[in-house]
């Protein structure tokens, strides 16, 4: 990170003030990191320094974006946003401490950061802003990314303060909060993963979103304490597909809400999130999140949610969706129950298995890899590693199309159970 951070603040582009008409004293401040290489159908990611406001004030609005080197905004079928995760460094996190307060995200949904009138998340001249990335390159060569954020930012009055409190069904559970959905149940039927969170204090939630992948349905924020379900975040699916095909699509808009009023917590309440998804199919490496902005303050008992001022979209089921592999897989059909996971292969990538047989991945490479159903009876994925084994027990027979999600164009494999 040291490292990363110096070329960071030797290469970062400056920002440009621009006034707004709106207010006097809200300014729209635009960054853009150095170029980011992204290789032909690959992934990129690295967590980086990142500049941030040089002035006392406070964050009100805030939105990312992939560039490239002329500043021409990056569709989905170039270098893809894929995720993005802005934090404070030095501050604890409100829900998993640490040394870093996530405060804003984007997704493919591009869901912008937005705080109501009068309200903002403060932040000093001194404090050091810190992101994750994760960019996809959807063509064959290499290129360049640069992620251009926008902070819209106040300064000389005092805004009433915002703490961010990121709610995730795998929080803290590391850099890739994933869960797989198993699939395989009837039209309709749903999986459901859940987290819960016991407020440390009272105060109202002026702000929220949700954020999930491919199969997705809704994100509920409820208030177990309280009996009640204040905002669920829900998808709008559509526009081009990225191709060629490196994951299912994510939602291109998820609906978020603010609130002057805010929605009231009181302390000690149970706070609960549930990320359901479409159990008719698997969905491998699915996420569900939610980001709050609670401002804090007296709140006694279980108040009424006030009417929620909501960025709907367009919400619908998710589309069905049937992911082919990037490339067939190749070679002698295997009948061996393990197989080794190099740089960019897999030892087998053909292999017939009797049903009720453990199949072992023995991770060899110099390099992060991972093995993710994208089709097939069961979902079931085994996290980014470099080295070890993962195992799974085939119960069901089916062909099952599996890829590396990190190098998902070279490291293919298909495994059929009888
Ligand atoms: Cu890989």
């Known amino acids: 990170m040291a490292r990363i951070s110096r070329v960071l603040l030797a290469a970062a582009t400056a920002a440009l003030a621009l006034p707004t008409l709106a207010h006097a004293a809200e300014r729209t401040l635009t ?12 992934v990129a990611q690295q967590p980086m320094a990142a500049e941030s406001p040089k002035v006392d004030g406070y964050v009100v609005g805030m939105e990312a974006e992939v560039v490239d080197a002329k500043g021409r905004v990056q569709g989905r079928d170039k270098v893809m946003l894929h995720h993005i995760v802005f934090a404070k460094v030095g ?30 998340y403060a932040n000093k001249a001194t404090d050091r802003w810190g992101l994750l990335y994760m960019l996809m390159n959807h063509k064959p060569q290499r290129l360049n990314g640069f992620i251009r954020y926008t902070v819209h930012y106040v300064t000389g009055e005092t805004l009433t303060p915002v703490k961010p409190i990121w709610l995730d069904v795998r929080n803290c559970s590391g850099p890739d909060p994933v869960f797989d959905v198993p699939g395989g149940g009837r039209t309709f039927s749903t999986f459901t993963k859940s987290a819960g969170f016991t407020m440390p ?54 609906s978020s809400f603010t609130s002057a009023a805010g929605i009231p ?28 902005f609670l ?17 709907l979209g367009r919400p619908s089921a998710p589309p069905a969706f049937s992911m082919p592999l990037p490339r067939a897989p190749k070679g002698k059909i295997s009948r061996a129950t393990s197989t ?54 085939f119960t069901k027979a089916g062909t099952y199309r599996l890829f590396c999600s990190l190098h998902p164009s070279k490291m293919v494999q298909q495994i059929t159970v009888r």
């Open 31 to 42: 960054f853009t990191t150095p170029a980011i290489s992204v290789e032909g159908y690959g």
């Open 340 to 393: 080794v996971v190099g740089d960019f292969q897999y030892g087998a990538e053909r292999v017939v298995l009797r049903r009720g047989t453990t199949f072992t991945w023995r991770f060899m490479g110099s390099l992060q890899h991972d093995v993710t159903v994208v089709g097939g009876p069961v979902g079931f994925s085994a996290p980014w590693t470099q080295s070890g084994i993962f195992t799974h027990r």
């Open 295 to 311: 401002a804090p303050g007296a709140v006694e008992g279980c108040g009424a949610t006030p009417a929620l001022d909501v960025d």
């Open 91 to 120: 501050v604890p996190d409100y829900t998993c401490g640490g040394a870093a307060e996530r405060f804003f995200a984007e997704g493919e949904e591009r869901l912008a950061l937005a705080l109501p009138r009068g309200y903002g």
């Open 201 to 254: 204090q009272s105060g109202r939630i002026v702000s929220g979103g949700g954020h999930i992948h491919g199969g997705g349905m809704r994100v509920e924020l409820r208030n177990a304490t309280c009996g009640t379900k204040p905002f669920e975040s829900r998808p709008t699916w559509g526009g081009p597909k990225p191709k060629p095909l490196l994951h299912e699509p994510g939602p291109t808009k998820m």
């Open 265 to 292: 917590v009181a302390k000690g309440d149970r706070l609960r999130i549930n990320a359901v998804y479409d159990n008719s199919a698997p969905h491998t490496r699915a996420m569900g999140i939610m980001l709050l």
